[in-house]
């Protein structure tokens, strides 16, 4: 049977979704040990307002790189697809993944509306680790960019002891990959990382500035 735009339920355990996209966002796992970092560029989010177990509300769905050149999924299209619940909540910014059978099935017209925020096809994921981010305080995140194609809410796993990697942490952390001159963007406080025998590492103003000081204020 078919579904009707918002509709959404599992089968055979995979959930079947079909609804309206709110946002498109990158989708990247950060790994913190102390002052150091990495990323690992995994697709994009893709928020869709739909229905699941009989209740309306907006599922996060992760997709992969090569599907989301091929659709060009932006805010308002209208997609379906089938995704499994997410095995480690930790890890994941998505509530649902391994996403297959997708379909565009409308294209919404390009918006009239002057950016901030950014709601067009997100570039790709090369082009987010070519831009480098700065932190974005979390609720100028939920409240003005968790629909813009710059912002981006990150899992973050931690590793405590560099000696024993079993000892770890998680947590959720929201950046920003937009221009500089963003008049949405605020920072919010600095963020520490723990580390081992109770020492603590603040990542200061300068590992921003530095990650995106090879762009123009426009840029």
Known sequence: MALNEGEIGGTGGKIIWSGRII?????????????????????????????????ERISCIGIGKAA??????????LASGKSEVVSDVRTEVAGYYKTSELRLLKKTEESAVPPPPWHGP???????????????????????????????RMPVEMTIDQWNSSKKKYRFETFCYGPKSCILYKAGP?????????MMWEEEDWVDEDAVS?????D
């Not at 409240?143 to 912002?151: F, V």
């Not at 520490?192 to 109770?198: A, F, I, L, T």
Request: glycine residues 10%; proline residues 6%.
């Open 23 to 55: 946002s498109v966002q990158p989708r990247i796992r950060l790994m913190r040990s102390f002052d150091q970092r990495n990323h690992n560029y995994l697709g994009y989010v893709l928020q869709v307002q739909g229905v699941i177990e009989g209740q």
């Open 68 to 77: 989301q050149a091929k659709h060009q999924f932006q805010a308002g299209d």
């Open 122 to 152: 997100p570039p790709d994921l090369e082009i987010y680790r070519q831009r480098g981010h700065r932190r974005l305080n979390p609720r100028t995140y939920e409240e003005k960019c968790g629909t813009c194609i710059w912002g981006c």
């Open 190 to 198: 600095t963020r520490k990382v723990p580390g081992r025998k109770r």
């Open 214 to 218: 090879h762009r123009g204020m426009d």
